[in-house]
């Protein structure tokens, strides 16, 4: 049975007792859909630091909502010690970890399992069989120090089937529908927190249920644009689970760029290249015109299990993101584009029902390490729209950018609707 570790000092949490196989090529999400259905269905695939790819299973932990906000532990530190070998880590109170690695740093199908001493020795006892493993004792600072030198942590993803919210369906007649029964938008404007947003949807809904009904053909297009986007947890850790199979180098060609954008059911991966002594044949993805650059790019769907409509109004918003971007030394523009006066002898349009700003956050490491998803998620409203990486000319020298929006609503919207009436 999986378990989720905490180490001290270390913000991201970590599974324990995850089953694995070995996979000749990264399985798609239809796959480990099918394979989760037996295995359990978080799962997870990486390619190890030796090229092997591996795909891990485990049955959904109570009390965690979001798979995406976790790592696992076996995968992060398969490569700490040349294979094979396996470690025996004492966790505390009675509970010892123990973890088996061989070809390719790859973590055998039982080599990630949770107990007692006498459990996990015995465990250990029964691989000994195999022979050649060197043997590593250990603790949490053990720990501690592998997974802080680890830069790549790919993240657990939530296989399950997709458990649309019942309300999204019609969300985009609601937003109309709030015009016709009058400051129904105004909902948006106090709901605060997730059990506050939860309140807030279940009340504008009920009250909006009627009119949603009548307007739902006129709202086809009206969908709030925030609300088919995940949450900045499950963002980061689909963007982490993508850059972990990315290839640095390849054939003589180096990565001079790569980006994940954040999409309705997809990130769209793009990667550049740069030649550094690789032959024009074979370059990674379309030549460019000098035929010393090339590039790929590839759409990976997803299931996001995250989305919510919950947004706040502009200032408000502003001022939670501006509070955590200080708290990571980040100084935040967020001014938005001004608007064009209508033309001479019309009037203004009315106000729309919501807005969006740019919300870039440069970073100096990953994002998904540099930044807490969770924290991330206290800015209502704020959806990140793609991660990026820039290399220098020759090899893996540059920076990264999380790029982002920040949505909110009008209260001069629900003003409008008001008079109309």
């Given at each position: 049975?999986?378990?989720i ?8 949490r ?21 394979m ?9 695939v990486?390619t190890?630091?030796a090229d092997a790819v591996?795909?891990?299973?485990c049955?959904?932990v109570k009390?965690?909502?979001?798979a995406a906000k976790?790592?696992?532990?076996a995968a992060?530190?398969g ?19 123990f ?10 199908p ?5 107990g007692?001493?006498?459990?996990m ?11 050649g493993w ?11 120090d592998?997974?802080?030198g ?6 657990i ?5 997709a ?9 985009g007649?609601?937003?109309v ?7 129904g ?19 504008a ?5 009627q009119a949603?009904k009548e ?6 297009h009206?969908?709030l ?6 949450l ?7 963007c ?7 290839s640095l180098a ?14 309705e059911?997809?990130?769209?991966i ?7 002594g ?14 010393r650059?090339s590039g790929?790019s590839?759409d990976v769907?997803?299931?996001?299990s ?9 200032d408000?918003?502003?001022v ?12 935040l523009?967020?001014e ?9 002898g019309k009037?203004a349009?009315p ?9 870039p ?9 540099a ?7 206290t ?21 990264w ?5 920040l ?15």
């Open positions: 049975m999986a378990e570790l905490e180490l001290p000092g270390v913000k991201a970590y599974v324990l007792g995850m089953s694995w196989r070995h996979e000749d090529a990264p399985p798609k999400a239809k796959a480990m859909r099918a989760g259905a037996e295995r359990g269905y978080w799962g997870v990486y190890t630091s591996q795909a891990g299973f049955e959904p009390g965690i909502a979001v976790l790592r696992p532990l992060v530190v490569g700490a010690h040349p294979p094979p070998w396996n470690g025996l880590y004492d966790l505390g109170s009675g509970r010892y970890w973890v088996a690695v061989r070809d390719g740093q790859q973590v055998i039982d080599g990630d399992q949770v007692t001493l006498d459990e020795e015995a465990l250990r006892n029964a691989h000994r069989e195999s022979g060197k043997e590593i004792e250990g603790g949490l600072q053990d720990l501690v592998i997974v802080a680890t830069a790549k942590q790919p993240t993803r939530n296989y399950g089937p458990q649309m919210p019942s309300w999204l369906p019609v969300a007649a609601i937003v529908a709030t015009l016709l029964v009058g400051g938008l105004a909902w948006y404007l106090h709901a605060k927190g997730l059990e506050a947003e939860r309140i807030a949807r279940e009340q809904a009920a009250l909006a249920a949603a307007a739902a053909d006129g709202a086809k009206a969908v644009p925030w609300s088919v986007l995940p900045a947890s499950e963002a980061l850790g689909a982490a689970r993508e850059w972990d199979t990315q390849k054939d003589g060609w180096v990565l001079s760029g790569w980006e994940c954008a954040v999409q059911g997809n990130v769209a793009t990667a550049s290249w740069i030649s550094n690789g032959l024009a044949s074979a370059a990674p993805g379309v030549l460019g015109p000098t035929g650059t790929d590839r769907a997803q299931d996001w995250t989305l919510s409509s919950f947004a706040e109004t502009e408000r918003a502003k939670a993101a501006w509070s955590v971007a200080k708290r990571y030394g980040i100084d523009n967020l938005k584009a001004p608007v064009a006066p209508p033309p001479p009037e349009p106000p729309p029902p919501w807005s969006q700003i740019s919300a956050f440069p970073a100096v490491a990953p994002p998904w390490l930044f807490d998803g969770d924290e991330l998620e800015i209502p409203g704020y959806r990140i729209t793609s991660i990026g990486y820039k290399a220098g000319p020759i090899g893996p020298v540059g920076g950018e999380m790029r982002g929006a949505y909110s609503v009008n209260p001069a919207a629900a003003a409008v609707a008001g008079k109309a009436q």
